[in-house]
């Protein structure tokens, strides 16, 4: 297997995973593990944000969400939690991350994005910047398929790469932009947060440990709504 972070000089590399994940769910962790393993990354990094400029007000509240993520991947070596867009606060701008991580640590990382997400890429702050301080691989998620032709007509850039599960290509090595096709996982924040309100049960959804802060909280805002 190409080692992908043989592209970088100075070793492997990190990826950077960006969202709201509101909650981080099941979906979000397999997705991370099956891109540690074909990228060979050092770690994948979860960067959740504070606000997203477009999307609408988070139900969950960031030091909640930052709770049940950190909880989430405890157990996992290789998985990560970088709080700087939630102790940052205001909106959360990608590219604003991304210029901090490069003046921290000096190498340029992966940014991990769903393709639900991309749709609205060309719309992000600075987007062709996004693009020179990182490689930006696209998750494909049920209901948001992207095509390549759709990606190069939504931004700059003269090189994408598909990339299957299991079978990373030489091609992804110089690519600026991979579309991703993994596991097709039907989970999403949003059912999640339905399910909640409706009383229903989210096992196997998120992890256990996610599952009784999440239940914690919603009791408790509950409450303070009565």
């Known amino acids: 297997m190409i080692k992908y972070a ?16 509101n909650p981080v769910h099941i979906g979000h962790l397999i997705t991370a593990r099956d891109i540690l393993e ?5 770690k994948i990094i979860f960067v959740p944000a504070f606000v997203q400029p477009l999307k609408e007000t988070l ?43 490069k003046k921290l640590h000096k190498e340029k990382p992966a940014f991990i994005m769903g393709s639900d997400s991309f749709h609205s890429f060309h719309k992000w702050k600075e987007p062709e910047k996004i693009l020179q ?23 700059n850039c003269t090189t994408v ?15 600026e932009i991979i579309l991703y096709e993994g596991r097709k996982l039907e989970i999403s924040s949003t059912e999640i947060r339905q399910r909640l309100k409706e009383g229903k049960s989210i096992k196997y959804m998120v992890t256990e440990k996610a599952e009784k802060i ?3 909280w919603w009791e408790n805002a509950l409450q303070q709504n009565v």
Not at 38 to 42: C, N
Not at 135 to 154: A, D, F, N, S
């Open 6 to 21: 043989e592209q970088f000089s100075g070793g492997r590399v990190k990826a950077l995973f960006g969202g709201s994940f």
């Open 38 to 42: 074909d990228f060979q990354f050092e």
């Open 59 to 101: 139900l969950i509240p960031p030091e909640i969400r930052l709770q049940i993520l950190k909880a989430s991947i405890e157990s996992e070596h290789y998985f990560d939690v970088w709080d700087y867009e939630i102790k940052k606060g205001g909106i959360s701008y990608t590219f604003q991350t991304l210029e901090t991580y």
């Open 133 to 155: 301080l990182s490689q930006i691989i696209i998750v494909q998620r049920p209901g948001h398929e992207i095509t390549i032709k759709e990606i190069l007509q939504k931004v």
């Open 161 to 175: 790469a598909k990339v299957q599960k299991g079978n990373l290509n030489k091609t992804a090595r110089q690519a």
């Open 214 to 216: 999440l239940r914690r």
